[in-house]
């Protein structure tokens, strides 16, 4: 039952009991129980109930498993981020014995790809910065070609897609026709 009244043996006339629950529950009720003159028991039964967390706040481009309603003393749910987002604090919590859960829920930061390094005799322009979803565009200096790839992506990975290209000269040749 989880209950404990904290003095053993015989108990006597206007003897008083107060009792206390096991470390995770709490009880329903904190009233005395008082020994009567015909030797019963008067007052309310105590009961102790099981301490309960609500469902923990999950992380921005995140998520928490299981999902359940509520959760019981000693339950842990597990932290998860999103594809392209990295786990940035506990990836766990437990439901402790005050019903609150043990750790806040962790960040989940986006990741980032970094800067691409500018090709020779060309350019690369990162238009909406370097983090996961977003798309680098290459270009060469005139009098140059791109050879490969005019864009790269950041991926789920936090790597770029693709091979970087080049910009290779453009060679011009001069034809010379003799006519007979």
């Known amino acids: 039952m989880h209950v404990s009244a904290g003095v053993a043996g015989i108990w006597s006339y206007e003897t008083s009991v107060t009792y206390t629950c096991d470390i995770g529950y709490y009880l329903t009720t904190d009233l005395p129980m008082l020994c009567s003159s015909d030797g019963l028991w008067n007052g309310t039964q105590a009961v102790c109930e099981r301490v309960t967390c609500v469902p923990p706040n999950g992380p921005n481009n995140g998520s928490y498993v299981p999902e359940n309603a ?20 506990p990836n766990s919590a437990n439901c402790n014995a005050t019903g609150q859960w043990s750790q806040s829920p962790p960040l989940c930061q986006i990741k ?13 322009i990162h238009t909406g910065g370097t983090i996961f979803g977003q798309t680098a565009y290459y270009s060469c200096s005139e009098g140059y070609t791109l050879n490969g790839t005019n864009s790269r992506k950041c991926n789920e990975l936090g790597n ?13 040749f001069n034809i010379i026709v003799f006519y007979r």
């Open 160 to 172: 770029w897609t693709l091979e970087s290209p080049t910009c290779d000269v453009i060679r011009k």
């Open 112 to 124: 980032d790809c970094g800067n691409l390094t500018h090709p020779t005799h060309g350019k690369v």
């Open 70 to 89: 509520a959760y019981n003393f000693t339950d842990t749910v597990e932290f998860r981020c999103d594809l392209g987002f990295d786990i940035n604090g």
